[in-house]
């Protein structure tokens, strides 16, 4: 199901319109100080600009390898933006910051506890100036599209949501302002497991709606199989990619899929990998 790349792809040798390319970066927090920390060194990868598709690239690695710092890094985010050394480019141009072109989903639910469902899917529109009665009617759509109630659940507030609901109005207020890149860092890392795969179902189907790319941080391999097109496995701190791996589309929702096995197989391989990565990194 998933094929490791000879080596990791270079943003010239990517002879396509680029999404996101990564040139040589590093990021040190604290730099010059005597509590420096490098998180990631000499990051170098190339994301394709796929028409009306997007694809949806999944970051693995060790606990404390830098993967939200890359998420955060194409984001334009403080503290890990700007980079210390080397270039981000989104849509071949450098990243200044923040930007409408780029959502972000984060693993904390991040809604707004003053603000209605519906107003909180609508607050990206309302920022723009959308007019009331466009933004409220989309912002119904996306409550039905993220798998909500429009009747019951539109005027809720976020302490009368479960927090697989929070995280679907999280997903609705990103994806209603039509972004080119979607950015998750372990949105459900906290949801149990059967939720948890609802949600994959969920996602890639709004995806494939959308037609966005998608960076998808988790520490969940099975996860990473079942959503990625394409996998990097990041090394040990200072982080950088070790391997590139292309993954089959699921053609099954998540529950099932993960019974083939090409999918477990693919799931041990970069088990292995980490696992002696994880190995590798504790003191003797």
């Known amino acids: 199901m998933g094929q490791v790349l000879p080596e990791v792809r270079q943003p010239e040798s990517l002879r396509v319109p680029h999404v996101v390319e990564f040139r040589g970066v590093s990021k040190t927090y604290n730099a010059g100080r005597a509590n420096a920390y490098t998180a990631i060194r000499d990051v170098t990868f190339v994301v394709a600009d796929l028409p009306n598709k997007g694809e949806f690239v999944c970051v693995l690695g060790p606990s404390g390898c830098g993967k939200s710092t890359i998420l955060r890094l194409i ?139 998608v960076f998808f941080v988790t520490h969940s391999i099975e996860e990473a199989v079942f959503l990625g097109d394409r996998v990097y496995i990041m090394s040990n701190a200072p982080g950088t990619i070790l391997e590139e791996i292309e993954i089959e589309p699921a053609d099954r929702p998540a529950h099932l899929m993960q019974r083939e096995p090409k999918f477990q197989e693919t799931v041990y391989y970069i088990r292995d990998l980490i696992s002696k990565l994880e190995e590798n990194k504790r003191p003797d």
């Open 75 to 213: 984001a334009g985010l403080a503290p890990q933006h700007p980079a210390t050394t080397g270039e981000v480019l989104v849509l071949n141009q450098p990243v200044h910051g923040p930007g409408a072109d780029r959502g972000m989903v984060f693993q904390d639910y991040t809604s707004f506890d003053n603000r209605s469902v519906l107003d909180n899917i609508v607050f990206g529109l309302e920022c723009q100036r959308v007019a009331r009665a466009e933004r409220y009617e989309l912002g119904r759509k996306w409550i039905s599209q993220v798998g909500l109630n429009v009747e019951t659940d539109a005027a809720k507030y976020p302490h009368e949501l479960s927090g697989g609901m929070r995280q679907r109005v999280a997903i609705a207020r990103s994806l209603i302002l039509r972004p080119r890149i979607m950015l998750m860092d372990e949105p459900f890392g906290a949801l149990d497991p059967t939720t948890r795969m609802n949600m994959q179902d969920l996602l890639v189907s709004l995806w494939r709606e959308v037609q966005a790319t």
